[in-house]
């Protein structure tokens, strides 16, 4: 028989506000095995902690319940309570009497007859814990980063400045990401390129860096610390070791009106093309959908003109397969598509446009060559309005837009109508808002100055209806704080698109097993304490694939993830988790109902030789579970017929004791 | 297939055409409207007044003769549409109104939303089908530039209506595609012609109705084409100085069943 000890946390009056914490201990002192019960304000805080110390020096507790919050939240803490007074730490149980029972109830009578009952079910359940220890693994250390922008390029050279290899996988030709699209950033008005560029070239030549540009992840196996991955290289017909990037292919190719994806299709490119003019790697890649030589078998100029002999029309899809004992998601994000905004007259305007795409009319690099001219005649527009909270913040529309704020538009539009009135004070520039939201170091000057230094016009209230007529854009649209309609007949017209994550990140997430929220963003594993990993071990997250991020937020996210990365590849080993299923040879058939339910692929079976009554042997086929990749999920228990498959610390007997305790 | 038919007074005075151009029209394409007995008007206008019961009651019945005699209720005419199917939503979604009507439909029976009610454009897409339609063209409008306008009534509220997106809608013009023509896409398509405003003050009607038609015609339209007798009223009086026709006329057209060949 244990001898358990019962601790009741108030909680501040998080607890004891909705359930009488006293009675709570009173009514667990009769239980099986209680042989001391207490509660206590804060059973978290150190006093607390060496107040289940001293009990279990003075009463020889074997077994510990403690009813207080989530046990997500601090059974870790209360293992290494009982590590340290000598118990092994899986002798604890938690009681939730908080998010399961004081934050739902508002009765105090209903919630202290809940909490009871709670703990009388984790009581009958400690009465039958054994002592656990959990196994070691080893630890590859190699990172894996996925997505090739500014958050996945931060944490990549972060974790190779620790000593550690990293890869990075882009699914585009060159990494750089969307900042790679942008003219300036704010709230200091430096060039995107100037500052981003570096970093790219630092990949390049980083030796602990390698990367897998038009590339993508096709699978992920194993655990923390030991992660099969398998890259799909894309056949991009040029030798990425040869080609030097001379660009004598792209200037011959007779292919010149692809849809350049770079500039948002405002300009068009070859078959054979570069993104841009830094692009790392900087070698050429074949549009496989544009190119005649791969569609017809008729052309093969670039291959003629390519000096070094790099143009290989035969390439195939390569998978290569990587182990890594971190992965880290940087997937990013994308604009949404403006298809169900036609009241903004996108599809019926050229001159209705999205923000990035104004990013690109105003860049140097750009279709226009950094002048701001409209796209349908090439015009100075002499009138712009912006529009923002485009599908953002858009509660009644959940269908077509997004219901979160997008959160970099207010910033980045404040930044376009300044440059727009510092390059052209000639035009008049309207801002329309729901709400200006500008907090952040230096963010809130930035847009007062958009509006006292430039004279941005800025009206609170929404665009209605965009309509395009000869060569004007008539905007309707309320001024809420005068009350008023307004007409005003623009030249430009800039949508700031709400951002959505990169639709790779949704199969992504499936391979990784990693959670994310109805947006599909990541989840993290604590919102304000572990922002930045996942809730799966050995998963980080970083930048925008999280939520809508700016530059400086995302590279501060990308070091963050990186030291975890680094704190997680400096072990040699990992301690596991000592909950995991295994099987009872004995009773078990080899029906491999368990092998077909695991996600994690960690039952395999094995013939072995058993001794029957009558002293003959036999063989039989039994499964066995790698307790290195099981999860402690507990699938498999359910899915077993003959009840051979059993967790750890999850007994079916503990489990049917609690359900026992719940029902007395 | 028979359907309970509610055309309303404006179909029986000023848009004769759309009423007969309907009629004809859906017996070529299989479907018989059946109109429904002893019909009145809708009240013309859906007051959003939720104790205002006496001018819905017209719609509650019509809606409960089609429910008791399982067929889909179906309207033309945009502003008897937006009433009907308002009253049904309403029926459907307030419990103290649909109460306070039953207390009044004692004779009839109780109702509580059980009807479907299709506007004629709904019935060619979710009852005839589109693909349908468009094997039954027997006269192309191939090359026809045409504007579907929805006017105000149509598509809103969104979720009462529930025809279509009321700031992206395609079906008119998915019609438009099916009877062969082109249809252009422009920003005023869902706009108000003013409607009843045009009583009060004319000028204000003109005015909207005017940015309506100079919109259309800026992207390219030929003709509009409307459900709504007071859309075409309203641009017919601004001025229109391209054609202003109604939906049916257009479809029984494409059809050849414009002239009556029993007459």
């Not at chain 1, 990365?565 to 029906?591: F, H, Q, R, W, Y």
Request: some cysteine.
């Amino acid at each position: 028989m244990q001898r358990v000890g019962v601790f009741v946390c108030w909680c501040g009056s998080n607890i004891a506000g909705t359930v009488d914490v006293h009675a709570v201990a009173e009514a667990l002192k009769n239980e099986p095995g209680v042989v001391f019960s207490t509660d206590y304000q804060y059973m978290c805080s150190q006093a607390g902690q060496d107040m289940i110390k001293a009990a279990v020096k003075e009463h020889n507790l074997t077994g510990i319940v403690v009813c207080s919050c989530s046990p997500r939240m601090h059974e870790a803490t209360f293992r290494k309570t009982a590590a340290a007074a000598g118990l092994n730490p899986y002798m604890v149980e938690i009681a939730n009497i908080r998010e399961q029972c004081s934050w739902v109830h508002k009765d105090i009578l209903t919630g202290t007859e809940k909490a009871i009952i709670l703990g009388k079910a984790a009581v009958a359940k400690v009465n039958l814990n054994a002592p656990l220890t959990p196994g070691e693994s080893p630890v590859t250390k190699r990172a894996l980063v996925i997505g090739g922008g500014i958050a996945g390029i931060q944490t990549a050279l972060d974790i190779a400045d620790a000593g550690f290899e990293v890869d990075i996988v882009e699914k585009k030709p060159t990494i750089g990401g969307k900042m790679a699209q942008l003219d300036k950033t704010f709230p200091t008005l430096d060039c995107a390129a100037c500052i981003l560029t570096p970093k790219m070239v630092d990949v390049a030549q980083n030796e602990k860096i390698r990367i897998f540009s038009y590339s993508e992840v096709t699978d992920v196996k194993g655990f923390v610390g030991n992660f099969d991955v398998t890259i799909k290289k894309n056949a991009r017909f040029v030798k990425e070791d040869i080609c030097t990037g001379c660009g004598a292919c792209v200037e011959k190719c007779p292919m010149k009106k692809i849809p350049n994806e770079f500039n948002l299709g405002m300009d068009n490119r070859t078959a054979i093309y570069i993104p841009f003019a830094q692009a790392v790697p900087k070698v050429a890649t074949i549009d496989p959908n544009a190119c005649n030589m791969l569609k017809k078998g008729k052309c093969g100029i670039c291959a003629k003109v390519c000096t070094a002999g790099a143009i290989d029309y035969t390439q195939k899809d390569e998978y290569i397969e990587e182990k890594y004992g971190a992965i880290v998601v940087a997937t990013g994000f994308n604009p949404i598509s403006m298809d169900k905004f036609d009241e903004f007259a996108y599809s019926q305007s050229k001159d209705v446009i999205t923000s990035l795409e104004f990013e690109r009319l105003t860049n140097a690099a750009g279709p226009s060559a950094g002048k701001l001219l409209r796209p349908s005649d090439g015009k100075h527009p002499h009138t712009i309005v912006f529009v923002q909270c485009v599908g953002s913040r858009c509660e009644a529309c959940a269908e077509k837009g997004k219901e979160y704020c997008s959160k970099i538009c207010c910033m980045y539009t404040a930044k376009h109508a300044m440059l727009t009135r510092d390059k052209y004070p000639d035009t008049e520039v309207y801002v329309f808002y729901i709400d200006v939201r500008t907090p952040g170091k230096n963010f809130d000057e930035f847009y007062r100055r958009a509006v006292e230094e430039y004279g941005v016009k800025y009206i609170k209230g929404m665009v209605g209806k965009v309509t395009p007529e000869g060569d004007k854009l008539k905007v309707q649209a309320s001024d809420l704080l005068s009350n008023k309609q307004l007409h005003i007949d623009a030249d430009l017209v800039v949508l700031a698109a709400a951002i959505e994550p990169d639709k790779s990140a949704r199969p992504l997430a499936t391979m990784l097993t990693a959670s994310m929220d109805t947006n599909d963003f990541f989840t993290e594993a604590h919102p304000k304490l572990r922002p930045v990993e996942s809730p799966t071990a050995g998963v980080f997250l970083s930048g925008a694939c999280q939520g809508p991020k700016d530059i400086p937020e995302t590279v501060s996210q990308a070091g963050a993830a990186a030291s975890k990365v680094i704190g997680l590849l400096a072990k040699d080993k990992l301690t596991g988790n000592p909950c995991v299923a295994s099987s009872n040879e004995l009773m078990c058939n080899g029906c491999s109902s368990c092998a077909n339910v695991c996600p994690y692929g960690a039952i395999t079976y094995a013939d072995k030789e058993f001794r029957m009554p009558d002293r003959t042997t036999r063989i039989r086929r039994v499964a066995e579970v790698n307790p290195a990749v099981c999860q402690g999920c507990g699938a498999c228990t359910v899915a077993c017929p003959s009840g051979a498959m059993d967790l750890k610390g999850f007994a079916n007997l503990q489990i049917m004791a609690e359900v026992d305790a719940i029902c007395k | 297939m028979k359907v309970s038919y509610f055309p309303g007074c404006t179909l029986k005075n000023k848009a004769k055409d759309l009423d007969l151009y309907a009629l004809r029209s859906a017996e070529a394409l299989g479907v018989t409207l059946e109109e429904i007995e002893n019909w009145q008007c809708c009240g013309g206008v859906f007051t959003t007044a939720e104790d205002e019961v006496a001018t819905k009651l017209s719609s509650v019945r019509a809606l409960k003769y089609a429910s008791d005699r399982s067929q889909p209720l179906v309207t033309v005419c945009s502003a008897c549409h937006n009433v009907i199917k308002q009253t049904n939503y309403a029926m459907q979604n307030n419990k103290a109104f649909a109460d306070k009507v039953n207390r009044y439909m004692a004779e009839d029976g109780g109702y509580n939303g059980e009807a479907e009610v299709y506007h004629y454009l709904e019935m060619l897409r979710d009852l005839v089908g589109f693909d349908t339609l468009k094997e039954k063209v027997a006269n192309s409008l191939k090359g026809k530039k045409i504007a579907a306008y929805y006017g105000c009534l149509l598509l809103r509220p969104g979720k009462a209506m529930g025809m279509d997106d009321p700031e992206n809608p395609t079906i008119m013009e998915d019609f438009i595609r099916a009877l062969g023509a082109d249809a252009v896409i422009w920003a005023k398509r869902n706009e108000c012609c003013g409607g009843y405003i045009s009583v009060e003050s004319p000028e204000t009607a003109k005015k909207n109705s005017n940015a309506v038609i100079r919109n259309a015609k800026a992207a390219g339209a030929e003709m509009i084409i409307t459900a709504c007798p007071l859309c075409k009223y309203n641009l017919e009086k601004s001025g229109a100085d391209i054609p202003v026709v109604y939906i049916t006329e257009i479809l029984a057209e494409a059809l050849g069943v414009k002239e009556d060949t029993n007459a």
